[in-house]
């Protein structure tokens, strides 16, 4: 089961994991993971929802499985 987490949470596994981000635009920012070709922007504001965090690892398709949680 897919639990919430904190953006820093998040930004720690992505930068693990030899993600990327470029720009941030209003409170997102959009990383890129080390491929290249998988993208997505997260929202920093706000505790990210377990939908989201599901998101997130389904857009990254090229990471372990497992390395978001
Ligand atoms: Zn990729």
Not at 26 to 43: A, I, L, N, T
């Amino acid at each position: 089961m897919v639990k919430p987490m904190r953006y820093r949470e998040i930004e720690a596994a992505l930068l693990r994991n030899g993600c990327r981000w470029t720009d941030s635009k209003g409170d997102h920012v959009k990383w890129y993971c080390p491929c290249g070709r998988h993208s997505v922007p997260v929202d920093t504001a706000r505790t990210i929802s377990p939908g989201v965090v599901r998101d997130i690892i389904k857009k990254l398709a090229c990471l372990p499985e497992g390395w978001l949680q």
